[in-house]
Antibody
Framework: QVQLQESGPGLVRPSETLSLTCSIS????????WTWLRQPPGKGLEWIGS???????NYNPSLKNPVTISVDTSQNQFSLNLRSVTAADTAVYYC?????????????WGQGMLVTVSS | DIVMTQSPATLSASPGERVTLSCRAS??????LAWYQQKPGQAPRLLIS???TRATGIPLRFSGSGSGTEFTLTISSLQSEDFVVYYC??????????FGQGTKLEIK
């Protein structure tokens, strides 16, 4: 059973970069797309982007911040960098995986990590 | 971009009742529709994929139907743990993971 775990700072200052890592256990990073989503407090779910294990990434064009998702197959993990954050980027950040393919339901989720943007 | 609209935003019901939650897509998505349940403080849990296929371990009281632009999630007999938030998600059009705004199921 695949398990996902987000890690990183829980507090980021405005204008800085939010960096999170998702560690994968119980399965290989290979052959799947890996996804980041977020959920502001009391609000709905927003897709940030997804990356294939080869490194090919797709991002939500609605995001105002520059975003990069990268993959480290040797460590079985993938990462999110969201630059120039503001208070509006305060949210619970989730990593997730679906079936093979970019367009898929998301059957595996990390527990989520609250990241607060504040000075 | 495709827009997913859930209704109602809040649904009041009693334990044991049968309820139906709705999700509408702004354009046809075939059967590429998933339903998730989210309990407070937890990640969403996949209930239904491909509009009507229950995920592993999901109780039989949860069922999904629909195709094209109109979809429903039915809970046949509400249990206390079902009074949480439900989201639909399309995975047919760009962007690949677009969610509805959610329906909160509350105890009447």
């Amino acid at each position: 059973q695949v398990q996902l775990q987000e890690s990183g700072p829980g507090l980021v200052r405005p204008s800085e970069t939010l960096s999170l890592t998702c560690s994968i256990s119980g399965g290989s990073i290979s052959s799947y797309y890996w996804t980041w989503l977020r959920q502001p407090p009391g609000k709905g779910l927003e897709w940030i982007g997804s990356i294939f294990y080869t490194g090919s990434a797709n991002y939500n064009p609605s995001l105002k911040n520059p975003v990069t998702i990268s993959v480290d197959t040797s460590q079985n993990q993938f990462s999110l960098n969201l630059r120039s954050v503001t208070a509006a980027d305060t949210a619970v950040y989730y990593c997730a995986r679906g079936t093979p393919g970019l367009y898929s339901p998301l059957g595996f989720w990390g527990q989520g990590m609250l990241v607060t943007v504040s000075s | 971009d495709i827009v997913m609209t859930q209704s109602p935003a809040t649904l009041s019901a009693s334990p044991g009742e049968r309820v139906t939650l709705s999700c509408r897509a702004s354009q046809s998505i075939g059967n590429s529709l998933a339903w998730y349940q989210q309990k407070p403080g937890q990640a969403p849990r996949l209930l239904i994929s491909d509009a009507s296929t229950r995920a592993t371990g999901i109780p039989l009281r949860f069922s999904g139907s629909g195709s094209g632009t109109e979809f429903t999630l039915t809970i046949s007999s509400l249990q206390s743990e079902d009074f949480v938030v439900y989201y639909c998600q399309q995975y047919d059009h760009w962007p690949p993971h677009r969610f509805g705004q959610g329906t909160k199921l509350e105890i009447k």
